[in-house]
T-cell receptor
Framework: DSGVTQTPKHLITATGQRVTLRCSPR?????VYWYQQSLDQGLQFLIQ???????AKGNILERFSAQQFPDLHSELNLSSLELGDSALYFC??????????FGSGTRLTVV | AQSVTQPDIHITVSEGASLELRCNYS??????LFWYVQSPGQGLQLLLK??????LVQGIKGFEAEFKRSQSSFNLRKPSVHWSDAAEYFC??????????????FGTGTRLTIIP
C-alpha cells in the first residue's frame, strides 16, 4: 500500500457519460497530480494541485476538470466521455522534492 | 521545458544477466531524476532518485543509476536480474523549482522481459 488511495479501481461506462475519479493523497502530502496512461499516448500529465490551488496543467481536455478539497483529497471529473478516453488514470502525491507516490490507478473503460 | 528519452522500447534479458536501461534527458540545469517501475495492472513504484551529490545512486531491489551530466544521461543498472524484475520502467525528470510548482515529465518507458 503506497498510501495514495484511488477509487474506484475499475469503471465501465458508456459514451457521453460523466464520471468522477477520487484520490486521497498520502497523509501530509499537499501536492496531487493526475496522469493518464494509455497504450498509444504513454503517461501523460493532466493537472497538478497544491494545497487546493491549481498549479500546473498538462494535456488535459476541456471536457476534463479537477479540484482539490480542503481535506486535500482530489477528484478528476471526466465528461462527455469518448471511446478514446479509455485509459488508466493515476493520481500521485508528494510532500517535498522527494518524488511522487502513485496510487494503483483507476481503469476506465468507455463502451 | 524538460523532456526525457528512453530509446529502448523493449529489452529482453536472460535471468541472471546484467541489465542497463538507458535514459537521456533535456533540461537547462541539473534536474531531479527518477526511475520508476510498473508491474502489469499496478501503479508506479519509485526505484531511486537523484537530487545532488554522489552521481551513483542506489535504489531498491538491487538497482542503481548513474547521473552523467556530460551525456545528459541517467541509466539504470542491475548486475543480475531476477524473473520478478519483468516490468515497465520509466525514467522521469523534474525541474528544480520551488516546491509546489514542479511536475515530473516521464519517458515513454522500457518494457523488460526476462527469459529463463
Amino acid at each position: 500500500d503506497s498510501g495514495v488511495t484511488q477509487t474506484p479501481k475499475h469503471l465501465i461506462t458508456a459514451t457521453g457519460q460523466r464520471v468522477t475519479l477520487r484520490c486521497s493523497p498520502r497523509s501530509g502530502d499537499l501536492s496531487v497530480y493526475w496522469y493518464q496512461q494509455s497504450l498509444d499516448q504513454g503517461l501523460q500529465f493532466l493537472i497538478q494541485y497544491y494545497n487546493g490551488e491549481e498549479r500546473a496543467k498538462g494535456n488535459i481536455l476541456e471536457r476534463f476538470s479537477a479540484q482539490q478539497f480542503p481535506d486535500l483529497h482530489s477528484e478528476l471529473n471526466l465528461s462527455s466521455l469518448e471511446l478514446g478516453d479509455s485509459a488508466l488514470y493515476f493520481c500521485a502525491s508528494s510532500a517535498t522534492h522527494d518524488g511522487y507516490t502513485f496510487g494503483s490507478g483507476t481503469r476506465l473503460t468507455v463502451v | 521545458a524538460q523532456s526525457v528519452t528512453q530509446p529502448d522500447i523493449h529489452i529482453t534479458v536472460s535471468e541472471g544477466a546484467s541489465l542497463e536501461l538507458r535514459c537521456n534527458y533535456s533540461y537547462g540545469a541539473t534536474p531531479y531524476l527518477f526511475w520508476y517501475v510498473q508491474s502489469p495492472g499496478q501503479g508506479l513504484q519509485l526505484l531511486l532518485k537523484y537530487f545532488s551529490g554522489d552521481t551513483l545512486v542506489q535504489g531498491i531491489k538491487g538497482f542503481e543509476a548513474e547521473f552523467k551530466r556530460s551525456q545528459s544521461s541517467f541509466n539504470l543498472r542491475k548486475p543480475s536480474v531476477h524473473w520478478s524484475d519483468a516490468a515497465e520502467y520509466f525514467c522521469a525528470v523534474g525541474a528544480r523549482m520551488n516546491f509546489g510548482n514542479e511536475k515530473l515529465t516521464f519517458g515513454t518507458g522500457t518494457r523488460l522481459t526476462i527469459i529463463p
